[in-house]
């Protein structure tokens, strides 16, 4: 391997000093054009690469961004991190990338390394459970500046961009009970994460409004996985009397809900009918097609890193929270409540081989 060419090698090609080589390579005074253009055709005849490592321990700062997610096989947050990365592109900035496994001790570990890589700015979105507003808190000592996105930790303080998620639940669940359906279920996500407190809280406020109560037993908390929305669904439905509409907080729990209906030899909506949340790409090709609230996940990345950047250019004002909207996309995994229960008395279902209808001890 062929060792990297050094500023005091380019300095002996181009017969100037090193300190004019460095001028050159780091911007950090005049020199004379021709001067100038002979460091610059040195540079590229020799095929130097400045370290942008050394440079960013020179001015304390590197044109880099960390950014912390917490699973990167959920396929809301690639596109979360494609907009923030073209924006960053286009302010001359590029982004590292870190998964947490939604795991505090790796993304306190993140937080500790980035800061001593002399990252630019931080773009966060949470664990569970995540100690960030004690860690980064705003303004601290060596805290470079910090945008929170789609979540925050309790007691966060400083930028943060999020969807409506309470509204965004809120309207879906106001959809199933215009339709008729009054034993609602909901598969919430972890109760420590914020957007999966403001999605129930939704659900509950359209209850609430509707006049409607609901048992406990149909609130079911899950990890926003398609391996736990399948567990929490097949609870559901295998209670007497079962829910006729489940909202999923997310769409990968909403995938585990269809899967269980399958597997318990029921039908999606005839039988049950189903909403999520994401409106992931998939659904358009689920069967049935899923009805689901949208969240500009690319909207949400780019918003969050263009924050990011007027906060380290310097713009000093107070702590911004932006609230991006979103909206309820309608497919065919919905029916009225009417119509399901139309379904359910003509259409009786016979067990698959190898199974049994349950019973209310399962």
């Known amino acids: ?25 780091n911007g950090s005074a005049r020199v ?57 592109f ?34 966060i979105i949470p664990a569970a459970g995540s100690n960030l507003e004690s860690t980064l808190a ?19 303080i400083g930028d943060s961009v999020v969807v409506a998620n ?20 909901v598969i919430t996500g972890p109760s420590a994460l914020a957007n999966s407190i403001e999605r129930l809280k939704g659900f509950k406020k359209a209850l609430r409004e509707a006049s409607l109560g609901i048992a406990a037993e149909f609130v079911q908390e899950a990890a926003f996985d398609t391996r736990s929305g399948f567990l929490a ?21 909403a995938l585990g809900v269809l899967h269980a209906v399958h597997e318990l030899n029921l039908r999606c909506p005839e039988d049950v009918s189903l909403v999520g949340f994401d409106n992931l790409e998939f659904c358009e090709y689920t069967s049935p097609a899923l009805t689901s609230v949208y969240q500009p996940g690319y909207q949400l990345g780019a918003t969050a890193a263009g924050l990011l950047v007027e906060r380290i250019k310097g713009l000093e004002d107070a702590p911004k929270r932006i609230l991006l909207e979103t909206e309820l996309k309608v ?16 259409k009786p279902h016979t067990p698959r081989k190898g199974t049994r209808r349950a019973s209310a001890s399962d």
């Open 233 to 253: 669904a097949k609870r559901l439905l295998r209670m007497l009397p079962r829910p006729t509409a489940i909202f999923a907080c997310n769409d990968l729990m």
């Open 90 to 123: 286009r302010h001359s900035y590029r982004i590292i990338l870190c998964n947490t496994d939604n795991d505090p001790a790796k993304e306190s570990l993140y937080f500790t390394e980035l800061r001593s890589y002399r990252a630019a700015g931080l773009l």
């Open 1 to 25: 391997m062929t060792a990297p060419v050094t500023m005091r090698q380019i300095a002996e090609r181009a017969h100037v000093s090193l300190g004019t080589v460095s001028h050159v390579v």
């Open 331 to 346: 497919r065919h995994s919905v029916l009225p409540q009417a119509l399901t229960t139309e379904f359910s008395s003509k």
């Open 32 to 88: 004379r054009p021709k001067l100038r253009e002979r460091v610059l055709e040195t540079i590229r005849s020799l095929g130097f690469q400045p370290s942008a490592l050394a440079q960013g321990l020179r001015t304390n700062r590197t044109r880099m961004l960390g950014m912390i997610i917490p699973d990167i096989t959920n396929p809301f947050f690639p596109s979360v991190v494609r907009g923030a990365e073209d924006v960053a």
């Open 166 to 185: 309470e509204r965004g639940a809120f309207e879906a669940t106001k959809h199933l009970i215009q339709l008729g359906h009054r034993n609602l279920a």
């Open 138 to 156: 705003p303004g601290g000592p060596g805290i470079p500046p910090v945008v929170c996105l789609d979540r925050c930790p309790v007691g966060w």
